[in-house]
């Protein structure tokens, strides 16, 4: 089955500093990549995603790659700010037979003001 | 949003106990999922539901049992709680998006479940 991997576990940066998460995935059938954000003491929730005939997506400070050869894509935060502080899960998925996401361990985010 | 509801929020309990819990949804999907939650283990899969007849075990179904009552309703069972299966339990649903994959989840708010 698809096994994903998440660096690093934890991460603090500078207010208005960048954070980059990493994630890799094994199986290479995987098409869909998903980020949830988890606020201490809420349920994870969807900020971004990207599929696999893209190699990167902007939202405004966020923006996900894709490196499909690699298999491994990451999470960047420009111009952090305190509500980003928060838990950070990555995702891969793939609509062929398994379809079902598998999560990575998860990045505790600080932002130090 | 209180689209994906979860009963009880908080629940102690005793080893040897049966403990249900439940989770509704008004969003109308089909696809449904329940996550246990530990810390330094992220979102691993129990079970999950694609429709009401479709009953799949995930990673870690052992010790735990599920019934899908409904479209809207899929309940999480443990038929004899151990204090290792304290942690915190969320409910998911999706709707498989058309056009070349992706499945949003939707998660609810989560039960933090202590077995003593």
């Known amino acids: 089955g698809e096994n994903v991997e998440q660096h690093p576990s934890t991460l603090s940066v500078q207010e208005g500093d960048s954070a980059v998460i990493k994630c890799t995935y094994s199986?290479?059938?995987?098409?869909?990549f998903p980020w949830y954000k988890q606020e201490l003491g809420k349920k994870p929730q969807l900020i971004i995603d990207?599929?696999?005939?893209?190699g990167e997506k902007k939202d405004q400070r966020i923006a996900v790659t894709l490196n499909k050869t690699a298999k491994h894509f990451s999470l960047h935060i420009t111009e952090t700010q305190p509500e980003d502080s928060a838990v950070y899960f990555c995702?891969?998925?793939?609509?062929?037979?398994?379809?079902?996401?598998?999560f990575g361990t998860g990045t505790r985010l600080t932002i130090i003001p | 949003d209180a689209d994906v509801t979860q009963t009880p929020r908080n629940r102690i309990t005793k080893t040897g106990k049966r403990i249900m819990l439940e989770c509704s949804q008004t969003?109308?999907?089909?696809?449904m999922y329940w996550y246990r939650q530990d810390p330094g283990l992220g979102l691993r899969l129990i079970y999950y539901?694609?429709?009401?007849?479709?009953?799949n075990k995930g990673e870690i179904s052992d010790g735990y049992s599920v019934s899908r009552q409904a479209q809207a309703k899929f309940s999480l069972s443990l038929e004899s709680a151990i204090p290792n299966q304290t942690a915190l339990y969320f409910c998911?649903?999706?709707?498989?998006?058309?056009?070349?994959?992706?499945?949003?989840?939707?998660f609810g708010p989560g039960t933090r479940l202590t077995v003593l």
């Open positions: 969003k109308g999907h089909d696809r």
């Open positions: 990207i599929r696999s005939n893209v």
């Open positions: 539901s694609f429709d009401v007849k479709d009953i």
């Open positions: 199986d290479s059938a995987s098409n869909y």
């Open positions: 995702a891969a998925f793939h609509n062929f037979g398994n379809e079902k996401l598998t």
């Open positions: 998911a649903t999706s709707d498989l998006t058309s056009g070349g994959g992706g499945d949003t989840q939707y």
